[in-house]
């Protein structure tokens, strides 16, 4: 190598530390970490539990009333955990941003 060369990048070796003294650093804040989302208190209310046909012989209106009774809290317990099973997959997917697809029943 020519001897300009040479004194050029041992100048250049000695100016870069220099350059790193002068300029400024800049204080990176960490990203605040991500809220996670809290059901309605609707979705995590307790299923109905079924009705106490008590101990002794019911009368068919009775019991077909009683039925009902049984099958529409079934069925708004069910609504209500499919809804919540939306809601989580739908948070969870947020926080990935990768959608989740409810599982096939």
Do not use: H
């Given at each position: 190598?020519?001897?300009?060369?040479?004194?050029?990048?041992?100048?250049?070796?000695?100016?870069?530390?220099?350059?790193?003294?002068?300029?400024?650093?800049?204080?990176?804040?960490?990203?605040?970490?991500?809220?996670?989302?809290?059901?309605?208190?609707?979705?995590?209310?307790?299923?109905?539990?079924?009705?106490?046909l008590g101990e002794g012989p019911l009368a068919q209106e009775r019991l077909e009333k009683l039925w009902i009774t049984d099958r529409s809290s079934l069925i708004k317990?069910?609504?209500?955990?499919?809804?919540?099973?939306?809601?989580?997959?739908?948070?969870?997917?947020?926080?990935?941003?990768?959608?989740?697809?409810?599982?096939?029943?």
């Amino acid at each position: 190598m020519k001897l300009p060369q040479i004194l050029m990048l041992a100048s250049l070796c000695l100016a870069l530390p220099a350059c790193a003294a002068l300029t400024k650093s800049v204080k990176v804040t960490p990203a605040a970490p991500p809220q996670i989302a809290r059901p309605a208190d609707e979705l995590l209310k307790r299923c109905n539990l079924p009705v106490d046909l008590g101990e002794g012989p019911l009368a068919q209106e009775r019991l077909e009333k009683l039925w009902i009774t049984d099958r529409s809290s079934l069925i708004k317990c069910y609504r209500r955990n499919l809804a919540l099973v939306d809601f989580i997959l739908d948070r969870d997917g947020r926080l990935t941003a990768v959608p989740i697809a409810r599982p096939k029943t």
